[in-house]
């Protein structure tokens, strides 16, 4: 059993209060119900593009679940077989089930049905709804048993939103026409942008310099070579 590693990058755990809703804000409500004492263990299915906040959002569900001292199981990709059940789990989550190869799906597939057996919440993600998964059809058909929820892009003003209050969390200066070179050139969901915005951070740092448009393509062109830039041109 794996427990699941919150802290993400930037050391702040993620939760419910720091997603940005925009268009989500009925799946939002939806995972916040789903952790109070006595709901329902019905299944949980996240799905939309990379970047709209899926993992953020399951990490969520997660950090609460473990702060009411719940015991979490998370698989994803990365994890190696094999995926064994816990009975001591309150919450299973599977994140990015549309690159699970053939043993990982069976091996979903059972931790599945070993969960909703003994009442266990599932929560689960993908890039595509249920139906539309590349994956074997038992464990497809599970994934849409309960709440099947599309999770949608924020909105330039949303992401500029994003931007803006984790650079004041952090002390940082975010000039407009910073936020508007990153907003307009580079990959423009959440995922690569916070990277972004973490490695424009240390390297602003390293070189004691302010966060500027030339400090960022001066980052970009020292990285480029590794294949690390996330330029969209």
Known sequence: MKQIPLPIASGVPPSFDSFVAGGN??????????????????????????GTG????????AHDAQARGGRVGWFDVSQPLPWVHDDAWTLLVLDGCEGYDAPRQHAAFTLFVEATTQAVLVAASGR????????????????GWGHVMAVQALSDAESR??????????????????MDHLLHRYARDLKHLMALLDRLDEFAMVHKRSLTVPLLRQMLAETSDAGHSGALF
Not at 161 to 178: I, N, Q
Request: hydrophobic share 45%.
């Open 128 to 143: 595509w709804p249920p139906v539309d998964l590349p994956l074997r059809d038992d464990l497809r058909s599970r994934l």
């Open 25 to 50: 804000a009925m799946a939002l409500a939806q995972l916040r119900a789903a952790c109070e004492p006595g709901a329902a263990t019905t299944p949980l299915y996240l799905w939309g593009e990379q």
């Open 54 to 61: 899926k993992t953020h959002l399951l990490r969520a569900l």
């Open 161 to 178: 939103a994003v931007l803006r209050r984790e650079a004041d969390r952090r002390g940082l200066f975010l000039s407009d026409e910073v």
